[in-house]
């Protein structure tokens, strides 16, 4: 079935380090795809998007590329900060906004 | 523009005692998710309602869960009776994007309703 696998956190970091988050899928079709992430005591909040394939989302120093040929949407950051402690998530949102799937999170601390 | 509204903020309640929790979405937003999300878990879609309508609700374990967006706008969640299972956050969001149109269909977030059953 449809489906949305991230790497296991926690993922343990110094200031300043590279990060990359890896998330695959499994979908039938061409759903759009999305990192959210959700700091201490907060909601979700949307991070970057990307609706097809080969697109690349960006945000805060954030990139993510959609490849349709390994079924991934890497998350990386070329220096990360300890503000961007949080837990990272991972979701397909399939065409038409029918059905929406979130990897189970990967939590990121960042050290100063 | 406000943000997805949610109440109350925490909850604890006894085991099969009911509860119930509401939500006021994005203003303009038809589209309204509710997502159960247990610790150390991905949130998983329980419900969507497009205006006052289900769109899907495969997942919402109907023994025990009701929802409805009567006027299509604010909607309630409903657990009767509570098991211990269902402790966890209960999460709103909304989408400016009708379901079935072309799009991204980015959702937008409410706070949560942090849910404690005992």
């Known amino acids: 079935g449809d489906s949305v696998t991230q790497m296991e956190g926690p993922v343990t970091l110094s200031e300043e380090a590279f990060l990359t988050i890896n998330c695959t899928y499994t979908a039938t079709g061409y759903p759009s795809l999305f990192w959210y992430v959700q700091y201490p005591g907060e909601g979700l909040q949307l991070l970057l998007k990307?609706?097809?394939?080969?697109d690349k989302g960006s945000n805060k120093g954030f990139e993510a590329t959609y490849r349709k040929e390994t079924t991934s949407f890497h998350l990386e950051k070329g220096s990360v900060q300890v503000s961007d402690s949080a837990v990272y998530f991972c979701?397909?949102?399939?065409?038409?906004?029918?059905?929406?799937?979130f990897g189970a999170g990967t939590r990121l601390f960042v050290k100063a | 523009e406000a943000g997805v509204a949610q109440s109350p903020r925490y909850k604890i309640i006894e085991k099969r005692q009911s509860v119930a929790f509401w939500c006021n979405p994005i203003?303009?937003?038809?589209?309204l998710y509710w997502y159960q999300q247990i610790l150390g878990q991905g949130p998983k879609l329980l419900i969507q309602f497009q205006n006052n309508g289900v769109v899907d609700d495969s997942q919402l374990p109907k023994d025990r869960f009701s929802a409805e967006r009567l006027k299509g706008v604010d909607s309630t969640l409903k657990i009767q009776p509570a098991k211990l299972e269902d402790s966890a956050v209960y999460l709103c969001a909304s989408s400016p994007r009708d379901t079935g149109t072309s799009g991204s269909h980015e959702q937008f977030f409410g706070p949560g309703t942090r849910l404690t059953v005992l």
């Open positions: 979701a397909l949102i399939f065409t038409g906004g029918f059905k929406t799937i």
């Open positions: 990307a609706t097809k394939a080969d």
């Open positions: 203003s303009g937003h038809a589209t």
